[in-house]
């Protein structure tokens, strides 16, 4: 059974201008102790998804319909308290800019302690011992040190340790990582990222990665979750997407062909996919990316396709999901 099964999920805004669907139908999961990477464009609903599964939407948002099942559990029939508990004990989440979710006036001790004191219920001097041996864990070289220090004394990678010693403080099943290292130049990416990788080993955590970048998704993920407008349109393991498998969706084709390669020549212009993502109140009638593909038919125009198991660990939500069949289109 899978830890995390989001199933037909619709997260709604209520705007001036109308409903927004920013999420609109999304299925994926995620199986204990493996990595799901979350892609798409900005505006796709990744981060919406993600926060609907532990309810922290902004006060205009909604789950509209669908279900949430963690451990089989569906989350969205708790109560608020349930779901509290459910934030301090199973599901933790860690976001791009630790300044914003860090307090500037209290050092690193006392806000990496706070969990332990709260939801553990251990004392003051208990957990500021339990606070050295989480910021080693995370490999912070003078633990008691940075433990006196303020956030705006630590560097960038730093301070996303720290984050992620107060996500992992109460040894949560699932860490939502909303784009964790989008700040961070690349070397301390790299870093934080094979971090997070020998943490699941070793703690047997499943992660949620929500990334623009595939060439982050390629370092992290066991398995991938595209997303485009509101929905999942393709969903595969690792493997599947990055070996050029028979059969993708043209969104997740256009994707791949936008990362750079290293026999890329420095000057050559990258392949991005052209035109924009449609605006979440004039969503296209037929398939959501149809006016972007270049294989687009009068079909795709008209009719939404819906996801199609083209293997037993392949989804792809498109009428022409074998590539070989897409050459004659458009
Ligand atoms: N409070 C809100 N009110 C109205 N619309 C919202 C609100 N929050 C998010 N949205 C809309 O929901 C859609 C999905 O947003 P979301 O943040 O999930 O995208 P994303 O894929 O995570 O993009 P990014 O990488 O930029 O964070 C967007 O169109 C966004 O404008």
Redesign the pocket.
């Known amino acids: 059974m899978a830890l995390l099964e989001l199933k037909d999920l619709h997260t709604f805004?209520r705007?001036k201008k109308g409903i927004?669907k920013?999420?609109n139908g999304v299925s994926y999961s995620v199986e204990a102790g493996r990595t799901l990477g979350v892609v798409?464009?900005?505006?796709?609903?990744?981060?919406?998804?993600a926060?609907s599964i532990l309810q922290l939407?902004?006060?205009?948002?909604y789950i509209d319909s669908g279900e949430i099942l963690f451990e089989g559990r569906d989350l969205t029939k708790l109560t608020e308290k349930e779901m509290y508990s459910v934030r301090g004990n199973d599901i933790s989440v860690i976001f791009q800019e630790p300044m914003t979710s860090l307090n500037p006036v209290f050092t690193v001790s006392r806000q990496v302690s706070e969990p332990f004191i709260i939801h553990q219920g251990m004392t003051k001097k208990q957990a500021a011992a339990k606070v050295i041996e989480m910021l080693a864990d995370v490999k912070i070289a003078n633990p008691h040190i940075v433990a006196k220090q303020y956030p705006h004394q630590l560097s960038g990678g730093m301070r996303q340790r720290v984050m992620i010693a107060m996500a992992l403080a109460c040894k949560p099943k699932l860490l939502i990582a909303?784009?964790p290292t989008t700040a961070l130049d690349v070397t301390i990416q790299a870093q934080i990222l094979k971090l997070m990788n020998d943490l699941k080993e070793e703690h047997g955590t499943s992660i949620i990665f929500?990334t623009?970048d595939l060439g982050v998704i390629r370092q992290i993920a066991d398995d991938v979750a595209v997303?485009y407008c509101?929905q999942v349109v393709e969903m595969a393991p690792a493997g599947t997407i990055f070996m050029g498998a028979e059969f993708s969706h043209p969104y997740t084709e256009g994707l791949m062909n936008s990362i750079p390669r290293l026999s890329t020549p420095t000057h050559t212009r990258l392949d991005a996919i052209p035109g924009a993502v449609p605006h979440?109140l004039k969503l296209p009638k037929g398939c959501k990316f149809a006016p972007r593909c270049k294989y687009a038919t009068e079909r795709c125009l008209n009719e939404e396709p819906e996801m199609i198991h083209v293997s037993e660990t392949q989804q792809v939500r498109c009428f022409y999901p074998r590539k070989e069949d897409r050459h004659g289109k458009k």
């Open positions: 805004f705007t927004v920013a999420v798409g464009e900005s505006g796709s609903g990744k981060s919406v998804s926060m939407l902004d006060g205009n948002g909303d784009e929500i623009h997303m509101g979440p």
